[in-house]
């Protein structure tokens, strides 16, 4: 059985820290380097049913995609709800890591997996990591359809394979334009316009778009616009990891137990509409 110590190396060697973004917070947040390890969990949220589910799973490591103090701290005291979650991990013996814009940029990163998800054939980075000579790391992927298909298919086909949430899928532009090429990007993507409309692609799917940025998009060219929700943009990340180490556990006959939590972390939880306005 391995130790934490151990089993963090190589998770730190899949998404090196180093290559996270200046303002991230990533990395182990609590737990015994020497403490041994079994069974894993990963999720993308670090809040306190996923701590709940790796209490009940016996799981002595999770690891998530979004940091719990991504702006810092001065206290941990348990009457704030993620000094709560720590408390619980402490007291349950479970550790937290996380790999979020380090993972975002991997390779197979975060995108990999929603494009993965979505059964798109990757062809490079939508922004490439200058540090990478095989130019195949970097923000969001750029990616191609099988055969080409509407943008009202292309965002039935994201409804239909990523995790269902309250919000669904929003789309803007013309549904019946053909698709052929796409950029995805994992999370919160409205900064990475202009990099997606130098690809040249027909869509352009991630998550937190906001009015004025897409309203800009639209006017500015044809390309489509496919808005999911941040968390199931971001889940099929959590499959491709713990497949991750599920590989490097067979290497090293570690046997660990790697699962995926099934919590919906999603904020959201109804959605109502009197349908669309035009």
């Not at 996270?20 to 737990?31: I, L």
């Not at 814009?101 to 929603?114: E, K, R, W, Y």
């Not at 496919?226 to 497949?243: K, Y």
């Amino acid at each position: 059985m391995p130790r934490l110590s151990e089993v963090i190396a190589e998770l730190d060697a899949l998404w090196p820290p180093e290559r996270a973004e200046g303002w991230d917070a990533v990395g182990t947040v609590c737990g015994d380097p020497a403490a041994e390890v079994d069974r894993v969990l990963f999720a993308v949220d670090p809040v306190r049913q996923v701590a709940e589910e790796a209490r009940t799973l016996g799981a002595q490591l999770i690891v998530t995609h979004h940091p719990l103090y991504l702006r810092g701290t001065t206290t941990v005291a348990a009457g704030t709800f993620k000094g709560r979650v720590v408390h619980d991990l402490i007291r349950h013996d479970i550790a937290l890591h996380v790999a979020h814009t380090n993972a975002d940029t991997a390779d197979p990163g975060v995108s990999d997996a929603l494009a993965g998800a979505l059964d798109l054939r990757v062809t490079g980075p939508l922004v490439p990591d200058p540090t990478d000579p095989a130019g195949r790391r970097g923000l969001g992927r750029i990616c191609e359809l099988d055969h080409p298909e509407t943008l009202r298919a292309f965002a039935a086909r994201a409804a239909a394979r990523l995790p269902a949430t309250a919000q669904g899928i929003r789309l803007a532009g013309d549904p019946d334009a053909v698709v052929r090429r796409v950029a995805v990007s994992g999370g919160s993507g409205d900064s990475l316009f202009d990099a997606v409309r130098a690809a040249g692609v027909d869509a352009f799917l991630t998550a937190d778009l906001r009015h004025h940025p897409a309203s800009e998009a639209v006017q500015h060219s044809a390309l489509g616009l496919v808005d999911a929700a941040h968390w199931a943009t971001e889940q099929p990340w959590c499959e491709q990891a713990a497949a991750q180490l599920d590989a490097l556990s067979d290497r090293h006959g570690w046997d660990l137990r790697v699962h995926v939590s099934k919590q919906v972390t999603d904020p959201w939880t109804t959605h109502h509409s009197s349908g669309a306005p035009n």
